[in-house]
């Protein structure tokens, strides 16, 4: 069974860098096929897909956040990260991690929808 955990601080005040990790227990991240993304969730919105980074390591990013958004990985913690940069108060959303291993295109990863694992979410306020 695929478990993610995301993990981070709950307050980041504005204009510096928030950083969060999601360990991953029951499947290697290297694993054929399975995407591992950034999603989060502003209170009172909608879930918004921030970005993705498949197996293979490649990333793809959403266009609106691609200025100050990075998803990297670490094989040997077997985890991966999301540093988002110059946040302000409109970045204070729960943030999750989720994964799929379904083959999918660059456009279907794009698609919350299409992920079947998800962690607990972790609470983040951007405040002075």
């Known amino acids: 069974q695929v478990q993610l955990r995301e993990s981070g601080p709950g307050l980041v005040k504005p204009s510096q860098t928030l950083s969060l990790t999601c360990a991953v227990s029951?499947?290697?991240?290297?694993?054929?096929?399975?995407?591992w993304s950034w999603i989060r969730q502003p209170p009172g919105k909608g879930l918004e897909w921030m970005g993705v980074i498949a197996y293979s390591g490649s990333t793809s990013i959403n266009s609106s956040l691609e200025s100050r958004i990075s998803i990297s990985r670490d094989t040997s913690k077997n985890q991966f990260s999301l540093q988002l940069k110059s946040v302000t108060p409109e970045d204070t959303a729960v943030y999750y991690c989720?994964?799929?291993?379904?083959?999918?295109?660059?456009?279907?990863?794009?698609?919350?929808?299409?992920?079947?694992?998800w962690g607990r979410g972790t609470q983040v306020t951007v405040s002075p």
């Open positions: 989720a994964a799929t291993p379904d083959p999918l295109t660059s456009d279907q990863r794009m698609s919350v929808a299409r992920y079947n694992f």
């Open positions: 029951g499947v290697p991240i290297t694993a054929a096929y399975f995407s």
